[in-house]
Antibody, heavy 120, light 107 residues
Framework: QVQLQESGPGLVKPSQTLSLTCTVS??????????WSWIRQHPGKGLEWIGY???????YYNPSLKSRVTISVDTSKNQFSLKLSSVTAADTAVYYC????????????WGQGTLVTVSS | DIQMTQSPSSVSASVGDRVTITCRAS??????LAWYQQKPGKAPKFLIY???SLQSGVPSRFSGSGSGTDFTLTISSLQPADFATYYC?????????FGGGTKVEFK
């Protein structure tokens, strides 16, 4: 069974860049049928799709965040990463990585999530 | 963006009750709708895809229906494990969007 695990700093200063990595186990990130995704959830709020990447390098971003987001993939490490620049307190959230099916664009496996707080 | 509106935002119910949650899309999304269950402090769990297809391993008391703009998630006989927040998600077009959630609480 596929497992995903987020890692990265839990505290980021305003105006800096948030960087998270998701490590995939139990399956290859190079499997063509999936997009590797980032989703966030503000405290006590709903879910917001950030974007995703195919192992080939194709990316799709939420336009609301597109100017600040970069998602990349490292197939040799079976990892993918999120960078969100110029963060503010509004970027404080639990960040999830997840696998999305290319067919259907639905999220079938999720990481446990990691809380990132933006504060000086 | 397609807006997904869930109702009610919360529902109080007892074990054994039938619970129905509604999700409305701001435009036609055909059957490109999924449902997720989230428990406090946990990641969402994928339940239903294509509006009505149950993910493998999900109990048959869960069912989904609808197409176009109006969708429902029904729990036929609520069990203790079902007290959670439920989210719908449209995958018809980018950006992918989620409903605001419906919390199923113990009456």
């Amino acid at each position: 069974q596929v497992q995903l695990q987020e890692s990265g700093p839990g505290l980021v200063k305003p105006s800096q860049t948030l960087s998270l990595t998701c490590t995939v186990s139990g399956g290859s990130i190079s499997s063509g049928g999936y997009y590797w995704s980032w989703i966030r959830q503000h405290p006590g709020k709903g879910l917001e799709w950030i974007g995703y990447i195919h192992y080939s390098g194709s990316t799709y971003y939420n336009p609301s965040l597109k100017s600040r987001v970069t998602i990349s993939v490292d197939t040799s490490k079976n990892q993918f990463s999120l960078k969100l620049s110029s963060v503010t307190a509004a970027d404080t959230a639990v960040y999830y990585c997840a696998r999305a099916l290319v067919t259907g664009r639905i999220f079938d496996f999720w990481g446990q999530g990691t809380l990132v707080t933006v504060s000086s | 963006d397609i807006q997904m509106t869930q109702s009610p935002s919360s529902v109080s119910a007892s074990v054994g009750d039938r619970v129905t949650i509604t999700c409305r899309a701001s435009q036609d999304i055909s059957s490109w709708l999924a449902w997720y269950q989230q428990k406090p402090g946990k990641a969402p769990k994928f339940l239903i895809y294509a509006a009505s297809s149950l993910q493998s391993g999900v109990p048959s008391r869960f069912s989904g229906s609808g197409s176009g703009t109006d969708f429902t998630l029904t729990i036929s006989s609520l069990q203790p494990a079902d007290f959670a927040t439920y989210y719908c998600q449209q995958s018809n077009s980018f950006p992918l969007t989620f409903g605001g959630g419906t919390k199923v609480e113990f009456k």
